[in-house]
């Protein structure tokens, strides 16, 4: 059974940093891609950022290219989401999200099989 859990939300002021953690387990396709979504109240939930299995690829929505870096560990069991230079407007649940294939762009949340429970990062201006 695949499990997805996040951790490293939290409250920041604007400017600060966060580091996301997404532990995944029962997961064992060698071709797969995780992402990172955020959902903030009222709004869609969207595609802030995404990885491919041995870190070949990586693809960022455009409001947080520069300061949001996805990055996987060697073992493949760890996708972190390292967010700099917070802004208010990235207040947000964020949640991890896993498919059994690569990813080739930025994909949409219907087409992710596997999610976390998600984890709530607030940024204060």
């Known amino acids: 059974q695949v499990q997805l859990v996040e951790s490293g939300g939290g409250s920041v002021q604007a400017g600060g940093s966060l580091r996301l953690s997404c532990a995944a387990s029962g997961y064992t396709y060698s071709r797969n891609c995780v992402g990172w979504f955020r959902q903030a109240p009222g709004k869609e939930r969207e595609g802030v950022a995404a990885?491919?299995?041995?870190?070949?690829?990586?693809y960022y929505a455009d409001s947080v290219k520069g300061r949001f870096t996805i990055s996987q560990d060697n073992a493949g069991n760890m996708v972190y989401l390292q967010m700099n230079s917070l802004k208010p407007e990235d207040t947000a649940m964020y949640y991890c999200?896993?498919?059994?294939?690569?990813?080739?762009?930025?994909?949409?949340?219907?087409?992710?099989?596997?999610w976390g429970q998600g984890t709530q990062v607030t940024v204060s201006s």
């Open positions: 999200a896993a498919r059994p294939s690569f990813c080739s762009r930025l994909r949409g949340a219907n087409e992710y099989n596997y």
């Open positions: 990885i491919n299995a041995g870190n070949i690829n990586t």
